[in-house]
């Protein structure tokens, strides 16, 4: 069965740093360009990062520079380093396949607040 398991969120201050991880099942990883989204209250699901099976990435510019987004191919996991955390960072994280999407996992709470 398709799953994706994401963690690592939590409440930190402006400045501060987050590692998110994503387990994938490998029939949705393996070849697949993987991406990280976020979803803030009342506001619509967004791509912020994404990263082919040969590493290349891509960035939102929102958090261009502040976010790292990197993949084990061997563990099928994906993380997202987030640096320099602003309070608009707030937001549900979720991981997913960017072109043809599986079933979406619970996601991951990030919270951005002195």
């Known amino acids: 069965q398709v799953q994706l398991v994401e963690s690592g969120g939590g409440l930190v201050q402006p400045g501060g740093s987050l590692r998110l991880s994503c387990a994938a099942s490998g029939s949705i990883f393996s070849i697949y360009v993987m991406g990280w989204y976020r979803q803030a209250p009342g506001k619509q699901r967004v791509l912020v990062a994404g990263i082919n099976i040969g590493g290349s990435t891509s960035y939102a510019d929102s958090v261009k520079g502040r976010f790292t987004i990197s993949r084990d191919n061997d563990k099928n996991t994906v993380y997202l380093q987030m640096n320099s955390l602003e309070p608009e960072d707030t937001a549900v994280y979720y991981c997913?396949?960017?072109?043809?999407?599986?079933?979406w996992g619970q996601g991951t709470q990030v919270t951005v607040s002195s």
């Open positions: 997913n396949r960017v072109v043809g999407p599986v079933k």
